[in-house]
C-alpha cells in the first residue's frame, strides 16, 4: 500500500493552520512528489457555510501547475474538520475532483490530540437506477439539495446497491444533488480509501 509521507513542517503546518481556522474549515494544498509532501500553501476557504465545508480557492489550486513545470506535483488537498473524526463527509465525497490527489483531513475534534489521516477518492458513474435506490434507502439531506448514503465496508450491502457496487466495493458514498424543481441532476458514487500518514523527521 502506498504510504503518504509528510515533511515535520507540513505536519505541523496543517494543525496550526486547523487551530487557527477554529471553528471554521480551512484548506490548503501541498507540494512534492511520489506522495512526499514538502511544502504547504494555505488556501482560503470559499465555501458558503465555512463551519462545515470548504471551498479550496482556484488561484491556490492553479499553483500546481506551477508545480508540474518544476517537476513536482500537487500532493494533497488538506482541510479540517473542526469538531468531528478525520473521515471523509458525504460533502467532502461530492467535492472530491482529484482522484488521483491524496486528501488529508485533520481532525480537532479532541484539541489535546490533533489527527491526520489520507484518503484518496474517486467518482464513479454507474449505470444504475437511482430512484430505486432513493426508494429502498435511506439518504441524508447533507446541505440543501445534496444527499448521501455511506456504506461501510463492515456493514451488510442492501440488495439494492448491486449495480452501484460495480467496479467498486465499500468503503464508498452514493451522492446526488437535485435542482431546482427537485430533479436529480447529477449522482454519482464515490470510492473512498485510506492510505497511511508517515511524518518525516528533519523535513
Known sequence: MSIVHLARTVYDGII?????????????????????????????????????NYDVDPQTLLKQFEFEEAGDEMVAIYHSHPVSVAYPSAT????????????????????????IRAFRMEPLWPD??????????????????????????????????????????????????????GTVEDFRVVDVREFPVHITEGG
Do not use: M
Not at 45 to 51: E, G, H, R, T, V
Open 92 to 115: 467532502d465525497a461530492w467535492n472530491a475532483h482529484y482522484p488521483e490527489t491524496y486528501y488529508l483531513i485533520c481532525s480537532l475534534e479532541f484539541d489535546d490530540a490533533p489527527a
Open 128 to 181: 444504475a437506477d437511482l430512484d430505486a435506490v432513493r426508494n429502498a434507502i435511506p439518504f441524508n439531506e447533507v446541505r440543501p439539495g445534496l444527499f448521501g448514503y455511506f456504506q461501510d465496508a463492515g456493514a451488510p450491502v442492501p440488495q439494492e446497491l448491486g449495480d452501484f457496487l460495480i467496479g467498486t466495493a465499500p468503503p464508498l458514498y452514493i451522492v446526488f444533488a437535485l435542482d431546482d424543481s
Open 16 to 52: 496550526a493552520h486547523a487551530r487557527e481556522g477554529k471553528p471554521e474549515e480551512i484548506c490548503g494544498i501541498l507540494r512534492g512528489r511520489e506522495g512526499r509532501a514538502t511544502q504547504l500553501y494555505r488556501a482560503r476557504n470559499l465555501a458558503d457555510d465555512k463551519i462545515d
